[in-house]
C-alpha cells in the first residue's frame, strides 16, 4: 500500500536528516584522524628539499670539455637566452642568461656532442639580474653536485591516495 503525499515527504525529510547527520559525523571522524595523525603537504623549504626525478628539467649545465663551439645551442633558443662568447684561445662557448630561459631543453636536445644537460634543481636566489648570468665557469657548475654536499636533507616525494604526501629521504 502506497502513502499519502504527506507521509511521503516525512519519510523523506527523515532520510535527508539521517544523511546529513552521516556527512556531518564522517566530517568529524576526518578532523579528529587528522588532529591525530596529520597529512603534512609542506615541508621546511630549503632546510628539507626534494629532489625530482630523472629527466626533470631544472638548470641547464655545460661540459666545457665536450664543448665544440658549433653555436647550435644559440641558434635554437627561443628566448634567446644562450648566446655564443669568446672564452679563452678565442674559443667559442655558450653562456646562458636564466632571467630568460625557458626550459624548454631545445638546446640540450640539439647538442650534437652531449655537452649540455639539464640538473635536476632550479631553485636558487638571485640578488640581482646580472648573476643570472651563467657564463664561464659558472656555467659549468653542476648545482646537483652543489645540493649533495649541502647541509640539507634530500627526500624523494611521491603521492599516496590515503597518506598524501610521503616523503622518502634519500640522503
Ligand atoms: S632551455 Fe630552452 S630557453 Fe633555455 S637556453 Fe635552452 S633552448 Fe634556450
Ligand atoms: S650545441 Fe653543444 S657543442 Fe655546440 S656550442 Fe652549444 S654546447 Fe657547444
Same mark, same amino acid.
Given at each position: 500500500?502506497?502513502?499519502?503525499?504527506?507521509?511521503?515527504?516525512?519519510?523523506?525529510?527523515?532520510?535527508?536528516?539521517?544523511?546529513?547527520?552521516?556527512?556531518?559525523?564522517?566530517?568529524?571522524?576526518?578532523?579528529?584522524?587528522?588532529?591525530?595523525?596529520?597529512?603534512?603537504?609542506t615541508?621546511r623549504?630549503?632546510?628539507?628539499?626534494?629532489?625530482?626525478?630523472?629527466?626533470?628539467?631544472?638548470?641547464?649545465?655545460?661540459d666545457?670539455?665536450? =664543448?665544440?663551439? &658549433?653555436?647550435? /645551442?644559440?641558434?635554437? !633558443? %627561443?628566448?634567446? +637566452?644562450? *648566446?655564443?662568447?669568446?672564452?679563452?684561445e678565442?674559443?667559442?662557448?655558450?653562456?646562458?642568461?636564466?632571467?630568460? =630561459?625557458?626550459? &624548454?631543453?631545445? /638546446?640540450?636536445?640539439? !647538442? %650534437?656532442?652531449? +655537452?649540455? *644537460?639539464?640538473?635536476?634543481?632550479?631553485?636558487?636566489?638571485?640578488?640581482?639580474?646580472?648573476?643570472?648570468?651563467?657564463?664561464?665557469?659558472?656555467?659549468?657548475?653542476?648545482?646537483?653536485?652543489?645540493?649533495?654536499?649541502?647541509?640539507?636533507?634530500?627526500?624523494?616525494?611521491?603521492?599516496?591516495?590515503?597518506?598524501?604526501?610521503?616523503y622518502?629521504?634519500?640522503?
Amino acid at each position: 500500500m502506497t502513502g499519502t503525499y504527506a507521509e511521503k515527504s516525512v519519510s523523506e525529510r527523515n532520510l535527508s536528516l539521517v544523511s546529513k547527520a552521516k556527512k556531518h559525523f564522517n566530517a568529524i571522524l576526518l578532523w579528529v584522524k587528522l588532529l591525530v595523525r596529520p597529512l603534512r603537504i609542506t615541508y621546511r623549504y630549503p632546510l628539507v628539499k626534494e629532489i625530482p626525478d630523472e629527466g626533470y628539467r631544472g638548470f641547464i649545465v655545460l661540459d666545457d670539455g665536450k =664543448c665544440i663551439g &658549433c653555436s647550435l /645551442c644559440a641558434r635554437i !633558443c %627561443p628566448a634567446s +637566452a644562450m *648566446k655564443m662568447f669568446q672564452a679563452q684561445e678565442k674559443k667559442l662557448r655558450p653562456a646562458i642568461n636564466l632571467e630568460r =630561459c625557458v626550459f &624548454c631543453g631545445y /638546446c640540450v636536445d640539439v !647538442c %650534437p656532442t652531449n +655537452a649540455l *644537460k639539464h640538473a635536476r634543481t632550479h631553485d636558487t636566489v638571485f640578488e640581482e639580474g646580472e648573476s643570472m648570468l651563467y657564463i664561464g665557469d659558472k656555467f659549468t657548475v653542476d648545482p646537483d653536485s652543489q645540493l649533495l654536499t649541502g647541509r640539507v636533507r634530500i627526500y624523494r616525494v611521491r603521492v599516496d591516495e590515503r597518506r598524501g604526501l610521503v616523503y622518502e629521504p634519500i640522503r
